[in-house]
């Protein structure tokens, strides 16, 4: 028996920290971004909020300097546009 519950409690772990890792794209849509850099990740956000609101929120000095903040802004901003 201890076995049996060792696995779902495994199982219940895996499972949360799956989801933690989900970012809200303000969309209702969460979107898988654990595997990149932070600075991607803010970027993703704050694009995707940029299209779902008509107001531009993106760091102009950053957007220019940093490919990664840059590339998740691009990317934040066409999925959540559509």
Partial sequence: MRCAFD?????????????AA????????HVNLSGFPPAFQQ???EGCE????????????????????MQGWNDGYSVCRR
């Fill in 7 to 19: 696995r779902v409690g495994a199982a219940t772990a895996l499972a949360a920290l799956a989801l």
């Fill in 22 to 29: 989900c970012a809200d794209s303000g969309s209702g849509r």
């Fill in 43 to 45: 970027g993703y956000a």
């Fill in 50 to 69: 940029s299209a779902g609101t008509g107001r531009t929120r993106r760091d102009e000095g950053r957007y220019r300097a940093d490919e990664d903040y």
